[in-house]
Structure formats: C-alpha cells, structure tokens
C-alpha cells in the first residue's frame, strides 16, 4: 500500500461494503479465552523434526472442526430470514493479500486429519495472492478463524464473515504458551451460555492429547 489516499474502490470497496453491512445486519458479540498450548506446541516441533509441516491455523482447525460439530449454531449460515446449520465443516481462513482480505475455506475439515489439512491450506496461502482461488473455494465456508498471532494483539473482535454465524481469532502466544482466542457470534441466534462453552471445548481441544498427524 502507498501513502496515499486509500478509495474504497475494486477489492477494497467490496470488502469495505461486506464488512458494514456485517455490522450493520448482525448483533455481534465477542468473547475471550486462553488456552494454554505449551504441550500443544511441543508436539508441533517434535512433528516439525519428523519432517511433518504443521501451522498454528492448521492445529486450531484440526481442533475446531471437531469441536464445532458439538454446537451446530456456531457451523450455521443465516438463509433467508432463518440459521440453518450446515453438514459439512468448511473452515475459512483469512489470509492478507496486497491491499485486501480474504477468507477462502479448507473442506470437510471434520474428516481430514492434519497433515491434508495443512497441505491445503498452504496452497489457499500461495493462491491467494495470485488470484488463483475458486468461487467454491472463497463462497463455501462455514465458519472462519483469522490469525494476528505474529502481532502484539492477544485478544480482538473480529468481524463475521456472512452468512457465516461465528469467527474464531487467534491471538498472540506468550512465553508460557498462553494463546489468546477471540470469537465473535451472530448474538441473534447464539448466546452467551453456547458461545462461551463452544470456546472452553475448543481451548480444552487445544490443551489436550495431540497424536502424531
């Protein structure tokens, strides 16, 4: 980006349309946690000295898409007035490009097991920039999660991708291997009590056993 003025116009006006009508057509409500992922990370540098390439993102999906099966308003899109949960777990992931944001989805998350995972979402990483996503690719998640992990940032209010019903956010990891989770909920549909359980059970997925992928 230049110093100059930035115009909502092509990518950034879509995105910029997208985002306030997501606020503006939603009551959206953000809730915090940490998990503490020490063990967690250790097994990614044991898997990593193996020869296996497993992200934070790739982790974090593995976990959600098979907590998010427990709590079927949080894998919902809202569809002609009503949340309507959807069968399968596309998990969508927000990658920064040049001047733009998007979230493009690994599929059937629920029943892949880290290594795919993490092969495709690297290749949603190296597309994206090159304009190489399918509309399938950018249209069929059904929830998303977003990383700021590499900043400062622990805790955040990211904003819902629609029809989409839930964001995860990844926050910074500290020293002792504390990770800060955001999520934010369509609070129309979800409460406070199915919001807050959905993000112990993920934190408790993180903090769990974790077998060689």
Not at 101 to 113: E, I, N, W, Y
Not at 127 to 154: D, F, H, K
Not at 180 to 209: M, Y
């Amino acid at each position: 980006m230049t110093g100059g003025p930035l115009r909502f116009t092509g990518i950034r006006g879509m995105i910029a349309r997208r985002m306030k009508d997501s606020l503006a057509e939603t009551a959206q409500l953000s809730f915090f946690a940490d998990a503490s992922v020490a063990p967690l990370l250790a097994a990614r540098e044991a898997w990593k000295a193996a020869g296996h390439r497993i992200g934070i993102e790739d982790l974090v999906i593995h976990a959600l898409a098979r907590v998010v099966k427990a709590h079927a308003l949080l894998n919902a899109h809202e569809i002609d007035g009503e949340i309507v949960p959807q069968p399968r777990v596309n998990v969508g992931v927000a990658i920064a490009i040049p001047d733009a944001l998007v979230a493009p989805c690994v599929f059937d998350c629920d029943r892949k097991g880290l290594q795919e995972i993490a092969s495709e979402r690297a290749s949603l990483v190296e597309r994206a920039p090159r304009n190489r996503l399918t509309v399938a690719e950018m249209s069929g998640g059904t929830i998303t999660i977003t990383n700021l992990g590499q900043t400062r940032v622990r805790h955040f209010t990211p904003i819902l991708a629609r029809p989409q019903t839930a964001i995860v956010g990844l926050g910074r990891i500290s020293a002792a291997g504390d990770m800060g989770l955001s999520l934010t909920v369509d609070h129309r549909a979800i409460d406070g009590w199915p919001a807050g359980q959905f993000l112990t059970d993920l934190c408790e997925a993180l903090e769990g056993a974790h077998p060689l992928p």
